[in-house]
């Protein structure tokens, strides 16, 4: 294993960030924590990060430059042996103190815990290019600490404004490698309140069309939404029924179908 001296990383990007401030994220943290609906899973084999929803597709992105452009593997749980060494959200303080973790706002992730331990001085098998990538693309690195260094830790210290320009910034660096498509795990990042809230949207959008298909050039608008939502409507339906696989799944998952079939009838 790679230990590479601090001296390589370079200045900080993000200094004079406070990466504890809320920077407009509100005030979702230990011990409250975040609510499920505003939290989503960024995917990348079988590491799965849960992070506040505005930051999955830049997570994402990150992973897959970590893994492909700069060959980091990041050990999931299905790695042999069994890791599962990058987390996400954790409703929980800092370790030994009261102070909310970053990780209990969504809005950090470890990468290799193991290898990259909370010590001093730093202990890092992370080169430098993927760390400097986290940095530019808007994460406040660990590794800078002032005291014990947390190499493994990355928490997003820019305001929710600045996810755009740092997701550009990430898909510049990942240039022509291409990501799975986005709905490959449309299921796990759509928690129940939000399919509700999507159905409701979808009863309304039906029931005004049948009453506001009356003006004329509307007809052809309306039509072309109606056909996206089902589209979309279908392509969940069909990632319910297929998740349908573990033990105790099959009642909570029916039972979202047939609400959603009986919301959406008529
Ligand atoms: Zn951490």
Wanted: some cysteine.
């Amino acid at each position: 294993m790679t230990n590479y001296p601090y001296s390589q990383y370079g200045t900080n990007p993000n200094g004079g960030r406070n990466a504890n401030a809320e920077n407009g994220w509100g005030p979702y943290k230990w011990p409250g924590g975040v609510p499920i609906e505003m939290l989503g899973i960024a995917v990348f084999g079988d590491v799965r990060l849960q992070v506040r929803r505005e930051l999955v597709e830049l997570v994402m992105v990150l992973l897959k430059i970590t893994e492909t452009k700069y060959n980091y593997n990041l050990y999931g749980p299905n790695e042999k042996p069994p890791a599962g060494w990058c987390w996400g959200y954790s409703n929980r303080p800092i370790a030994g103190t009261t102070t909310a973790s970053n990780h209990s706002k969504g809005r950090a992730v470890d990468l290799n815990a193991p290898n990259n331990p909370y010590t001093s001085p730093l202990v890092c098998d992370i080169a430098p290019a993927i760390v400097n990538t986290w940095e530019r693309a808007g994460f406040y690195w660990g590794g800078r600490y002032s005291g014990k260094k947390d190499a493994m830790h990355f928490e997003y210290c820019w305001t929710p404004a600045d996810v755009k320009r740092h997701l550009a910034y990430a898909y510049g660096e990942l240039g022509g490698i291409s990501l799975p498509p986005k709905q490959e795990d449309w299921l796990e990042m759509v928690s129940e309140s939000q399919w509700n809230a999507l159905v409701q949207q979808v009863s309304e959008i039906q029931l005004r069309l049948r009453g506001a298909d009356t003006k004329p050039g509307e007809r052809h608008e309306f039509v072309d939404m109606l056909q996206t939502i089902d589209a979309d409507s279908n392509e969940a339906k069909y990632r319910l029924r297929g998740a349908d696989t573990g033990p105790g799944q099959k009642h909570e998952h029916f039972d979202m179908l047939q609400g959603i079939d009986s919301q959406t009838a008529g």
